[in-house]
């Protein structure tokens, strides 16, 4: 039917795709439904089928899937492939790069690498090394967990996109952030709010893929964590505020009868230089004396 091209190993220079190839060609899909096929011909794949690129950081690990080296593709047998495209929204977002970027199913061996965008002055003599941070990728909306994982510093902001022919596909997607700033999701500009607070885990709520948007942030850990579905399009945007923790050898009863939260917050804003109303509790627990907190830019 077709055959799918490598990206061109020459393609890795300053003045297109920087210091390895660009990977579009790696994240192509073809969907075809009620196919028809014409009296004799060598063609079957029946009559509902997807053909992907030969990518092998992806395609030989899906279940659904089998080579075919004549066309240099895999024909898959799924209805939830489909392509999420997420891009910086920064000010720097065609000067500052993120690549390689990888996606990869949480606890397996995938290792989807993704490049930036050419540089857009490609046609030139010389590289406007000016490349945007956008990257669409290949994925299985299969409600799996995936992490995307940034070489770079992740974008403070960025928008999330995810298409598909089956209009019930969705996954869930953890960031790994290396600064301690918490993050928030927007859906047509308006703020969702996270997951409740799980006394149990002492950490808000997992993600139970009940709605698009739906997510919690991991303080500490610096891991965002969202559910997205076909069509829907989120954008990550920094909240000011820090999600912390401190555990201190002392019991329960000891640390109300000192004063408990009211004090334990004085103290923190007197270390800190900041003001009191600025910090909130979230829980106490014993183990021996863990206290998770959140502080927050003072309002103007």
């Not at 066309?71 to 489909?82: D, E, Q, R």
């Not at 596909?169 to 301690?180: L, S």
Request: with cysteine; aromatic share 12%.
């Amino acid at each position: 039917m077709a055959y799918f091209m490598k990206p061109n190993p020459k393609w890795a220079n300053l003045k297109d795709c920087g210091a390895f190839p660009c990977s579009g060609p790696l994240n192509v899909l073809f969907s075809f439904w009620d196919t028809k096929y014409s009296r004799g011909s060598l063609l079957n794949h029946g009559k509902d089928f997807q053909i992907i690129s030969n990518n092998t950081g992806l395609s030989p690990y899906l279940d659904t899937c089998e080579p075919h080296s004549p066309m240099n593709a895999y024909i898959c047998k799924s209805n939830s492939l489909g392509l999420i495209q997420f891009e910086s929204l920064d000010e720097d977002k065609k000067d500052r790069g993120m690549q390689p970027v990888f996606v990869s199913l949480n606890g397996s061996m995938q290792a989807n690498k993704l490049n930036s965008f050419m540089d857009n002055t490609w046609d030139g003599f010389y590289a406007g090394q000016i490349r945007l941070s956008r990257f669409p990728a290949l994925i299985d909306g299969n409600g799996g967990a995936y992490n995307i994982s940034f070489t770079g510093s992740p974008a403070k902001k960025m928008r999330f996109l995810f298409n598909s022919n089956n209009k019930t596909a969705g996954m869930t997607i953890r960031i790994a952030y290396p600064g301690a700033e918490s993050r928030s999701l927007t859906l047509n500009d308006k703020t969702i709010e996270p997951n409740k607070w799980n006394d149990e885990d002492q950490m808000y709520g997992p993600i139970k893929q009940s709605y698009c948007g739906e997510n919690r942030y991991i303080g500490v850990k610096n891991i965002l964590e969202f559910y997205i579905i076909e069509g829907c399009e989120l954008i990550i945007i920094p909240r000011d505020a820090i999600q912390s923790l401190v555990r201190m050898e002392w019991s329960l009863d000891a640390f109300f009868s000192n004063g408990g939260t009211t004090s334990f917050m004085d103290r923190v804003a007197a270390g800190l230089g900041i003001h009191a109303s600025t910090i909130k509790i979230v829980s106490v627990y014993e183990g021996s004396l863990v206290v998770n907190y959140e502080i927050s830019a003072a309002s103007p």
